[in-house]
């Protein structure tokens, strides 16, 4: 890998986003309620809100309609790598369970949203709202590689274009979620043919998943060429050029976007082994 190709924090900051994101446009994608309103208007599929939770005193409410739910996620709305993230499922005693088994009391749901509502997971405020989704249900390629969780494709897009990508799978330790820093892997994407290549997992190179055993080379991601033109479609909707697009594909619906960042991390050109340097320089 060429040194030079290699976009740092610093070369990112100073000659991408400060240059390409204007901050007064970030809001419009640290809010993934706010940010559902753009994928609407680009006619891009999202999963659907079950509820927003802006006050300490709508809980009780809102936890009636949740009782009624199999299974939801309990998002902040600002939060950003994970950080908050529920993936719920109710058991056969009605107790909420995340994927990893771990119990999730009544109480300690309240505890989390309070933690949401005052800030605990957002972007240096004080104050955010809970966002309640719909849990996406894997499709039959994503189940085969893990089961507990669903894994999530990124694309960088530069000006409207996608240049690099990765797959990322959750594991026991990212209890669902797909963010590297929860412990999830990211596979490298060949961007014509969409297969997956090498993974990177904790920083370490790994060749099959260490929960499901699956190898997780050579695999060629469902619905690709649709993926390419949701991340298109949706990038070109918000004034900023420089993004990172999450994708997930449901079982019933296809590729559907989770959210837009306007900071998107740089580990994606380790696990692609390639720098982002002369890819945004070709665009
Ligand atoms: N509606 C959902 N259904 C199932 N899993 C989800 C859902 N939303 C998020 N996740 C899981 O949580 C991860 C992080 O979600 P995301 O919306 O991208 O928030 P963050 O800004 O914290 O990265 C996703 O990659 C996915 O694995
Ligand atoms: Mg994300």
Redesign the pocket.
Known sequence: MNLDSILSINKRNLDVISVYNPRKFFPLVDD?IRTKDILETAGVPY?STIAVVQNFFEIEDIFKILLEKESF?V?PAR?????G?L?VEKDINNNWKTPSGRNISREDMKTHFGDILFGVYSFGRMDDRVLI????IPDDFMLNIYKR????IRIITFKGKPVMAML?I?TDRSD????LHQGAIGVSIDMKSGKTGSSVMSGKRIEIHPDSGVKISGLKIPFWNEILSISKLSSREVPLEYIGV?I?IDRTLGPLV??L?ARPGLQIQVVNKQGLVPLLEGV
């Open positions: 993934k999963p996620v998002k939060g950003r790598a994970g950080g993230i993936l989704e719909k849990r996406v969780g669903i894994p999530d990322r959750p669902g979620k797909a963010n999450d997930v989770l959210e960042n």
